[in-house]
């Protein structure tokens, strides 16, 4: 195993679990939230979906980085 192919794991790796947290820390507000003013249930929503794809986009990125540590 080479050096490269650990650098892909440790950068894919440490890539995705920060968004991993912060997916469940939006969903755990967003649940309270919802729980706490159904009323608003259709703003929490639209929020929630929106700070999901934000956080994705930071492990889409941590991904486009290990495919360039692979494969340059």
């Known amino acids: 195993m080479e050096l490269k192919d650990l650098a892909v794991a440790v950068a894919i790796g440490f890539g995705a679990i ?6 469940g820390l939006i969903g755990k507000g967003a649940m309270e939230a919802i729980g706490r003013n159904p009323e608003a249930s259709n703003q929490i ?3 929630l979906i929106l700070s999901i794809a934000f956080a994705e986009a930071i492990a889409i990125y941590a991904l486009v980085i290990s495919l360039i540590i692979k494969f340059v």
């Open 18 to 23: 920060g968004p991993g947290i912060a997916v």
């Open 45 to 47: 929503t639209t929020t």
